[in-house]
């Protein structure tokens, strides 16, 4: 088992930025990849952000590529989630995930585990 807790979110003017950060517990957190998803307002969860659970490969949704960023640290059980030159469009609540493996790729269903999700709205 894997208990993810977030925080970081808030209200942000476009062009801004923000942090969001996610506190594992359970599990080794050195032991299995992390993502980052978001869901807005009607539409379906998609996917943002992973990364290996080595920390050296990372991978990104072309709508947040070269303007966000997932990071790991193993000696506070964190993953980060950088995220500049926000867009109304990322406007959204933003979960957390922990897969099984040590890469899950893209798809939500690699993730088994989930936080409880942060707010981020993006005022223009």
């Known amino acids: 088992q894997v208990q993810l807790i977030e925080s970081g979110g808030g209200l942000v003017q476009a062009g801004g930025s923000l942090r969001l950060s996610c506190a594992a517990s359970?599990?080794?957190?050195?032991?299995?990849?992390m993502g980052w998803f978001r869901q807005a307002p009607g539409k379906e969860r998609e996917f943002v952000a992973t990364v290996h659970w080595s920390g050296r490969t990372t991978d990104y949704a072309d709508s947040v590529k070269g303007r966000f960023t997932i990071s790991r640290d193993y000696a506070k059980n964190t993953v980060y989630l950088q995220m500049t030159s926000l867009k109304p469009d990322d406007t959204a609540v933003y979960y957390c995930?922990?897969?099984?493996?040590?890469?899950?790729?893209?798809?939500?269903?690699?993730?088994?585990?989930w936080g409880q999700g942060t707010q981020v709205t993006v005022s223009s």
């Open positions: 359970g599990r080794p957190f050195s032991s299995y990849a």
């Open positions: 995930a922990a897969g099984t493996k040590e890469y899950s790729g893209s798809r939500y269903s690699n993730y088994p585990y």
